[in-house]
């Protein structure tokens, strides 16, 4: 199948430096795939791929939860909803990258009560901490050694990732045909069938690249904020530990400017996002090393990993900069 790589197909990925990258230091062969990758990642052509994404996503998210409250001795019942959900994101994640319908229904929904549900944990920690002594007269000190305040919105990322994969189209899908302006048709097959709402046809388009910058400045808001005060009690004791809390207003600035300017959105975005990514990786090497340190190490695997650091955070944060690097290959909003 030919791809379309003129200015007009390749929209506001021309000329940036992961393009330039590929030509220049891949082999042909693989950079040729990677650019075909693209391609359909402006098209908005990957759902099979978005929906498994988020469900790998799900179990770091939902193990984060599980050992978190576990802490908590699961004190009230509440609690037990998103290691609920973080399973159930799990299983529609991998039933949508199998099947369309799945990606549309299961998925869909599972996800919408996700991010419900993740707008109602926050709440509960708010409460959580309000009620510790002082209350928010003693905000940092209270929000530090209270409840994790994002922890629940961060857990709202996989749900967010699979919401936006039930819309999009498979990777063996056929381009786009456009038959009359203000009228975008999509070739499914059989006939051409209208998209429902404007938002759903930039999401069939691959043109939603304002929306995932504003996707990635609250994940990488959210779990910035919680390497912060995370690694605030441990008193930043590796220098490490700095990297999240001074890349996490990089991410956040490069995706502001990207929702301003496609320049930005395909210089700054990908390479803060790649960055991020990165840090995650090390990050994850960290914690894990650090659970591996503990009293017994991995004699007492289930003790430590709750109790240790945090091992999944990094890659949540890393997760974050896989969203940003999506946007700088999107294509602008109508």
């Known amino acids: 199948m030919k791809v379309d790589l003129t200015n007009k197909g390749r929209a506001n990925t021309d000329g940036s430096w992961p393009d330039r990258f590929l030509e220049r230091l891949l082999p042909a062969n693989l950079a040729q795939e990677i650019e075909l990758a693209e391609a359909h990642i402006r098209e908005g052509r990957f759902q099979r791929s978005l929906a498994a994404l988020a469900g790998a996503s799900s179990v770091l998210a939902g193990a984060e939860v599980a050992y978190e409250h576990y802490r908590g001795s699961y004190g009230q019942r509440i609690m037990y909803t998103p290691v609920v959900l973080g399973g159930a994101m799990t299983i529609a994640g991998i039933w949508g990258a199998f099947s369309q319908r799945a990606a549309r229904t299961v998925l869909r929904w599972t996800s919408a009560i996700t991010l419900l549900d993740g707008l109602v944990g926050f709440c509960f920690h708010l409460r959580g901490i309000q009620r510790k002594p002082g209350g928010w007269r003693l905000p940092v000190a209270n929000i530090i050694m209270g409840p994790p305040i994002f922890a629940p919105l961060l857990f709202g990322v996989s749900a967010y990732l699979g919401l936006v994969a039930s819309f999009l189209r498979l990777e063996e899908a056929p381009p786009m045909v456009l038959s009359r302006p203000k009228a975008y048709l999509f070739s499914l097959g059989r006939s051409a ?36 005060y995370s690694h605030y009690k441990n008193n930043f004791r590796y220098a490490a530990q700095w990297t999240p809390v001074i890349i996490t207003p990089l991410l956040m600035g490069a995706a502001a400017g990207a929702i301003r300017s496609p320049k930005i959105a395909r210089t700054w975005l990908p390479a803060m996002a790649a960055l991020a990514i990165l840090d995650g990786g090390i990050g994850f090497f960290y914690h894990a090393r650090g659970v591996l340190r503990r009293p017994g190490g991995m004699k007492k695997p289930l003790y430590n990993i709750v109790y240790g650091p945090p091992i999944f955070a990094p890659l949540l944060f890393a997760a974050c900069g896989t969203v940003g690097l999506l946007a700088s290959l999107m294509r602008r909003e109508r």
């Open 193 to 228: 069938q209208p998209a429902a709402h404007p938002w759903a046809i930039g999401l069939r388009e691959g043109r939603f690249q304002k929306h995932l910058a504003a996707a990635t400045i609250c994940g990488t808001f959210f779990s910035g904020a919680e390497a912060l």
